[in-house]
């Protein structure tokens, strides 16, 4: 019953097909006659017969227009590269989408039918690789009659016919066994070349792309497990010796990069599973292969396109990590061998440029090319870490060859490649934990780390010197988010190497260590603002994070530094590395804050004094204690002793330090903090110290306070005093003048 249902559906199909083609017949029969009658004059050869004078200077601009631009794109990229590849592809997708569908279903519909025909038992297993060869062949010669008028309509059916090929092969062998894995490869071989010359005959890109991916998958069709790896890239180079031919003389990029795509899955696979000497003779062929393929353009109008630039580095770089791993697990040296001759290669082409004077797009990418690849060596030479310090390099290349060619292509890979270098280096400083016996500076780690941080200055100052378009908000966004995410790289790497060499040391030194470094590091950053470009607001942010480190600093990590110097697990000298944060406190609110836009808000004066009340109280309290304290227990009493006895003291003096700086910098903020300190210290003083005190102590503190306060109080009245003469004085020696 099924049966006698498809064979009623195939009838009525080959009715519809039959007429649907007989009435295409006829139309074309039809405009091929409207095309033998002559049609009138067009409108514009009217417009330039009657206008001639006006038409003959536009042309004439236009001619010079052209040959300037052609002038120009000797030095730069053509100017198809700057628009958008994926248009082509997108419409050929959308032209041709049925086609594809109904190649893929015809496809699957023969191999249901042959499925269905073998759980019949209708047809032997010869018989059914009969089928399918001949299946293959008949759709091949079907493309091949409709060449003429429907060029992409045969170039898919050819595609299709040749992927019938293909499995057939395949499943005769693999399935049936009906020949042996020598003459199955011989045959997928003869189906590729004969694929390839069909497709140079044609003149079908579609149908080379279709070949050659085919040609690539054959041996993973055949494979038994055994692998061959002589036979097999001896097979690959020819392939890819056929595409460098068709690309020469048919000029398709995409037959190049389908290549190269397959040719380095297989030489990563190669690598990966077993690294012999044999496969460096390969690699390095296939380099030679994809450099010529990549120069050809090149050495026929001395331009180099984006695909050529992009296809020229991945060459370079995949080539050194392969022949680099080779030669790590055979522990061969020197490995800096390869990156050096690759920068050779590509310095006589720098040279070349050099030598005409010829200082553009080419002899930017050829310089930057030799750069990276003479940092890699380097890089290999100190026993870095591969993957980071080349993906390192690759950015910077990438941002340098955006910024010289201006195709935003290459910025977009810069985009792809900085978080996957992001991640690799994370990775990276995961070797510091669980490992020992480090050299200082010197060990794999930091030096990775090194490259990075060369990479990321170079790349930040690339994007600060590139002129941006005021409507590129995203892209500012991006720039700040990589220069944030750079910045704290250069942090963690420096603080990582500074807490692995004094891990041994008691947890309050290493923690110590930490936030003094991190003040310095943001001191750093502001000391060098100009140069780095750091905007104000990014300023601001620095200081106000700067003053809480500080205050962290004295206020959290000292006391355990104290209380480990008091138990002898510390060096008493060690307090005295924490004092150094004072050096760019000071700096700070002495140089940086007056000149910059820190105290456009009321707040930043509050918050200024409270951390310099917070530094100045702190300090004096732990070194009181370290002076007069012998062991843990005594310090406590110490510690008691200053809060209610100095302190308050400390807290006068410096709210007297603030009116006096208000009133004499006409700075309302400083006379108020100073008050409200003033408060803040009677508060506490009769709120809680007094019921502490013993009698000498009250006395003492009652008559220290009242004496600092009367002469506070004297000066300000005499400051006060000086301040309204000076102002009568000028009122007075203005008023003859009027």
């Not at 001619?63 to 100017?79: D, G, L, S, V, Y």
């Not at 290459?410 to 934990?433: C, D, S």
Request: hydrophobic residues 50%; charged residues 15%; aromatic residues 16%.
């Amino acid at each position: 019953m099924n049966e006698f249902v498809a064979v009623i559906i195939l009838i009525i199909v080959f009715i519809i097909f039959n007429n649907l083609n007989t009435k295409i017949r006829k139309l074309e029969k039809e405009i091929a006659d409207l095309k033998t009658h002559k049609t009138p004059a067009q409108p514009e050869e009217l417009h330039k017969k009657t206008l001639p004078e006006e038409t003959t200077i536009p042309q004439q601009a236009q001619t010079q227009q052209i040959h300037h631009e052609e002038t120009k794109n000797n030095e730069e990229f053509p100017a198809s590269a700057s628009k958008d590849r994926l248009t082509p592809v997108f419409d050929f997708l959308k032209q041709n989408a049925l086609t594809i569908i109904g190649i893929f279903t015809l496809v699957l519909g023969m191999g249901y039918f042959v499925k269905y025909a073998i759980d019949k038992n209708w047809i032997g297993e010869a018989a059914r690789a009969a089928i399918g060869f001949s299946t293959g062949a008949g759709i091949i010669i079907t493309g091949h009659f409709l060449r003429k008028n429907y060029k992409a309509f045969s170039s898919i059916i050819t595609g299709g016919g040749i992927a019938v090929l293909y499995f057939t092969a395949t499943i005769a062998f693999r399935e049936y066994h009906l020949f042996t894995q020598n003459t199955a490869f011989a045959i997928t071989a003869l189906i590729t070349a004969a694929s390839i010359l069909l497709s140079y005959y044609y003149k079908s890109e579609v149908l080379i792309i279709f070949s050659l991916i085919g040609g690539f998958t054959a041996p993973l069709m055949i494979s038994t497990g055994h692998n061959n790896y002589l036979f097999l890239f001896i097979y690959i180079t020819l392939l890819n010796t056929g595409m460098l031919a068709a690309s020469f003389l048919q000029h398709w990029k995409s037959v190049g990069w389908t290549a190269y795509i397959f040719t380095t899955g297989y030489l990563f696979f190669w690598t990966n599973e077993s690294p012999e000497l044999l496969s460096i003779t390969f690699y390095l062929i296939s380099y030679v292969i994809f450099y010529i393929f990549a120069l050809h353009e090149y050495f026929r109008k001395s331009i180099l396109s984006t695909s050529d630039i992009v296809i020229l580095a991945l060459a370079n770089f995949s080539s050194i990590l392969g022949l680099t791993h080779i030669f790590d697990a055979l522990k061969y040296e020197p490995s800096i061998i390869f990156p050096l001759i690759f920068a050779a290669a590509n310095s006589i082409l720098l040279f070349r440029e050099y030598g005409r004077k010829n200082f553009g797009n080419a002899y930017s990418v050829f310089a930057g090319l030799v750069t990276s690849l003479i940092t890699i060596a380097v890089a290999i030479q100190f026993k870095t870490h591969l993957i980071t310090s080349i993906w390192a390099i690759q950015t910077t290349l990438l941002l340098f060859i955006w910024k010289k060619t201006g195709h935003k292509i290459f910025k977009i890979f810069f985009y792809i490649l900085f978080p996957l270098l992001m991640v690799t280096q994370i990775i990276t400083w995961t070797e510091y934990f669980g490992t020992k016996g480090f050299n200082i500076l010197f060990n794999p780690p930091f030096i990775t780390s090194s490259f990075t941080i060369a990479s990321i200055m170079v790349n930040l100052y690339l994007l600060r010197n590139t002129v941006k378009e005021p409507q590129e908000k995203n892209s500012n966004f991006f720039e700040d988010l990589i220069t944030v995410i750079s910045y704290g790289t250069i942090y963690i790497t420096f603080l990582l190497e500074i807490t692995y060499h004094i891990s041994e040391m008691h947890w309050s030194a290493i923690t110590s260590v930490g936030l003094v470094f991190s003040v310095y590091y943001i001191f750093i950053l502001l000391l060098f603002r100009k140069p780095l470009g750091i905007r104000s607001d990014i300023q601001n942010m620095l200081i106000y994070l700067l003053l809480l480190l500080a205050v962290l600093t004295i206020s959290a990590s000292t006391p355990p530094v104290v209380t480990a110097i008091l138990s002898k697990k510390l060096y008493s000298g060690f307090y005295l590395l924490h004092l150094l944060q004072w050096i760019p406190f000071i700096f700070v609110y002495s140089r940086i804050i007056p000149f910059s836009e820190f105290h456009k808000r009321r707040i930043s004066y509050w918050i200024l004094s409270s951390a310099l009340i917070i530094l100045v109280s702190c300090e004096l309290h732990h070194t009181y204690i370290l002076m007069v304290s012998n062991d843990i227990p005594q310090s406590y009493k110490a510690g008691q002793h200053f809060n209610i006895l100095y302190l308050p003291i400390i807290w006068t003096i410096l709210a007297s330090i603030f009116i006096y700086a208000g009133l004499k910098k006409s700075i309302p903020e400083y006379s108020k903090i100073g008050f409200v300190l003033i408060g803040l210290m009677v508060l506490k003083l009769y709120g809680y110290d007094v019921w502490q005190m013993d009698n000498i102590s009250r006395i003492s503190a009652f008559i220290a306070l009242g004496i600092i306060l009367l002469v506070s109080s004297f000066a300000f009245q005499r400051l006060k005093n000086i301040i309204r003469n000076m102002v009568d004085k000028k009122d007075t020696n203005e008023e003859p003048k009027d």
